[in-house]
């Protein structure tokens, strides 16, 4: 299927290699097209993020290949939490301690996203450009050029880009009709690590719903070797409309909360408050026109009930290298060709996170719902549904 009469330097341009970009890298493993994957950063590399690995992530890796999934949890061995349980803490103090069907881990992002691209390396002929930061991005007729910030840096040519660039993504930015900022499918949040947490089990991530604020939580996740991620994140429109300055936020609630307050009493924080953007899926975000298609954070994909976003950024990477198999066969680039990408990832993702986007609105500004839905879960039956409804 490769195209050596092809005037591109690649047939596949992936920008970004978080776990959207990786994870469509390894689904073309076996395509025979000549792919490579940018990146601005060089790894191993920090994102700011709570480190909960959703469970269908390794699922999604393991239909790929069993040797994906076995191979990412032996390489992180060393830096992972396996999480069975979640303590949720009701606005109104009352504490709820749930025990998932489907165990997780959690992973500093550090190391997780290190090891999905050994995966790449390991088992694919991608070509892998680090440090290689995208400026520009243009499609016409023919293809699609990539053009880097530092001028020594070759411009790139392909057939498709696919923007796994994440949050702040350049491709949907640049090829994108309209693209805008929408608060009210937007969250802000942020995180440090710290050591030495009180009450802590290295089994249990905690979350923390608080009166004063609508649609976010507080979390503590164990990211393994007594280290734990702790942050705080709410929806954009109330950080604006309150002018909020979430650093603030969370250094409060850990010194003030009633519940938070003891734990971090002897804690030592190790690394700064940083923050990033999370887009929430339920929006009408585009993820596709000619030669181009977005893929996780890029296309907003984030659930906007837990604000995790691992898993869907590889289930869609996965889909859009599927998309970009169809479209070689059929020699096709137009919007029209590529729609069905759109229609894949609203069938598989977009449809259940409109419905979990409806939930997180209307428990938004309703803590006392929270607080009936964990007091009633007090009750076994309840208590199962609830699960389900969450996780
Ligand atoms: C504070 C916070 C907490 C979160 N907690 C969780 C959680 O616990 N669990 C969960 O599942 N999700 C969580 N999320 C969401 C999760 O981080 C994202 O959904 C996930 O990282 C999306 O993966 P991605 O591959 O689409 O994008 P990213 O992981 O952001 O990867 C994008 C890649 O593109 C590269 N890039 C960006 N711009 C350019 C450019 N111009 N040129 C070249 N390369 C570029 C970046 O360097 C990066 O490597 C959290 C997010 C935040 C902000």
Not at 14 to 37: E, H, Y
Not at 49 to 67: E, Q, V
Not at 203 to 232: H, I, K
Request: charged share 20%; aromatic share 8%; hydrophobic share 45%.
């Amino acid at each position: 299927m490769s195209t050596s009469r092809h005037p591109h330097h690649y047939d596949v341009l992936i920008a970004g290699a978080g776990p959207a970009g990786t994870a469509c890298a390894l689904a073309l493993s076996s395509s025979g097209l000549r792919v490579a994957l940018l990146d601005k950063a060089s790894f191993p590399r920090d994102k700011i993020c709570g480190d909960a690995i959703p469970s269908p992530t390794l699922k999604h890796l393991a239909r790929l290949d069993p040797a994906y999934a076995t191979e990412l949890q032996e390489l992180l061995a060393p830096h992972r939490a396996d999480t069975a349980f979640s303590r949720m803490l009701a606005p109104n103090g009352r504490a709820l301690r749930i025990q998932w069907h489907n165990p997780a881990f959690n992973s500093p992002r550090l190391h997780f996203d290190d090891a999905l691209l050994i995966l790449v390396r390991r088992h694919t002929a991608t070509k892998v450009l680090e440090k290689y930061t995208i400026r520009q991005v243009e499609a016409d007729a023919d293809g699609v050029t990539v053009w880097p910030t530092d001028p020594a840096q070759e411009p790139l040519r392909a057939a498709l880009v696919i923007g796994c660039d994440g949050a702040n993504s350049v491709v949907y930015r640049q090829l994108a009709p309209s693209a805008r900022l929408n608060r009210a499918y937007h969250c802000a949040a942020v995180r440090a690590y710290y050591q030495g947490v009180a009450d802590a089990p290295e089994n249990t991530s905690d979350f923390y719903f608080l009166r004063e604020f609508q649609a976010g939580y507080c979390w503590v996740f164990p990211v393994g070797n007594g280290v734990y991620n702790v942050g705080f994140g709410a929806l954009s429109e109330e950080i604006t409309a309150r002018r909020l300055d979430l650093k603030d936020v969370l250094q409060d609630l850990l010194a003030e909360h009633p519940h938070l307050a003891p734990r971090f009493a002897t804690a030592t924080q190790l690394t700064p408050v940083t923050g990033f953007g999370l887009p929430l899926g339920g929006s009408a975000r585009p993820v596709h026109g000619a030669r181009w298609l977005l893929c996780g954070d890029a296309a907003a994909l984030i659930d906007p009930l837990q604000g995790h976003g691992i898993d869907k950024a590889v289930h869609s990477g996965i889909l859009a290298a599927q998309q970009a198999q169809r479209s070689f066969q059929a020699g096709r680039f137009d919007a029209e060709c590529l729609a069905e990408y759109a229609r894949e990832v609203e069938r598989h993702i977009g449809r259940e996170l409109a419905r979990r986007y409806r939930i997180m609105r209307f428990l938004a500004g309703k803590p006392w719902l929270v607080n009936l839905a964990v007091g009633a879960a007090t009750w076994p039956w309840l208590r199962r549904r609830l699960v389900r409804a969450v996780g």
